[in-house]
T-cell receptor
Framework: QKEVEQNSGPLSVPEGAIASLNCTYS??????FFWYRQYSGKSPELIMF????GDKEDGRFTAQLNKASQYVSLLIRDSQPSDSATYLC???????????FGKGTSLLVTP | EPEVTQTPSHQVTQMGQEVILRCVPI?????FYWYRQILGQKVEFLVS????????KSEIFDDQFSVERPDGSNFTLKIRSTKLEDSAMYFC?????????FGPGTRLTVT
């Protein structure tokens, strides 16, 4: 069973701080990695994806990938209370279709 | 901005009944998916659909489930004989390439 692991949290950060969310995956052959945000009772919302080692930035979000360590992270700069949500890490299957999700990390940004 | 839409938002059915969940993917997308999320659990892949056929399915997607694209816009998930354990949020997603965009979901309650 190919696993995607995330700390369930909650991770609490003060407003304006950097939130760091981590994810590890078991399948060394995995190619593409996704971060979704899910508010309570809502559907997953795509934040960004990454497939190359290193950093990828999009606004306040930076995804980091280290394939050697099988580790993906998401940094949120200048965290806002509206960022309070569950952040889901997902890895695409070898077939290129199915997303395999982690259980998510709950983030709480306190004013 | 184009969105995936789903109907109904909430469906209540009795055990053993058939249900059809409907989705309208984003118009220029080529790949269509169904996922489910049981309350408090992770998002789970059910099936992907491309070029009018199933491209991948999970172990969850057994003979009780079927998918169809009956016309150029709709994508449906049928559960033939619902069980109590089918109660979950069902999300439709679509993609043009690897980035999958999720609809708002249908909450299915089986009594």
């Amino acid at each position: 069973q190919k696993e995607v692991e995330q700390n369930s949290g909650p991770l609490s950060v003060p407003e304006g701080a950097i939130a760091s969310l981590n994810c590890t995956y078991s399948d060394r052959g995995s190619q593409s990695f996704f971060w979704y945000r899910q508010y309570s009772g809502k559907s997953p919302e795509l934040i960004m994806f990454i497939y190359s080692n290193g950093d990828k930035e999009d606004g306040r979000f930076t995804a980091q990938l280290n394939k050697a360590s099988q580790y993906v992270s998401l940094l949120i700069r200048d965290s806002q209370p509206s960022d309070s949500a569950t952040y889901l890490c997902a890895v695409i299957s070898n077939s290129g279709y199915a997303l395999n999700f982690g259980k998510g990390t709950s983030l709480l940004v306190t004013p | 901005e184009p969105e995936v839409t789903q109907t109904p938002s909430h469906q209540v059915t009795q055990m053993g009944q058939e249900v059809i969940l409907r989705c309208v993917p984003i118009s220029n997308h080529l790949y269509f998916y169904w996922y489910r999320q049981i309350l408090g659990q992770k998002v789970e892949f059910l099936v992907s659909f491309y070029n009018n056929e199933i491209s991948e399915k999970s172990e969850i997607f057994d003979d009780q489930f079927s998918v169809e694209r009956p016309d150029g816009s709709n994508f449906t998930l049928k559960i033939r004989s619902t069980k109590l354990e089918d109660s979950a949020m069902y999300f439709c997603a679509s993609s043009f390439d690897v980035e999958q965009y999720f609809g708002p979901g249908t909450r299915l309650t089986v009594t």
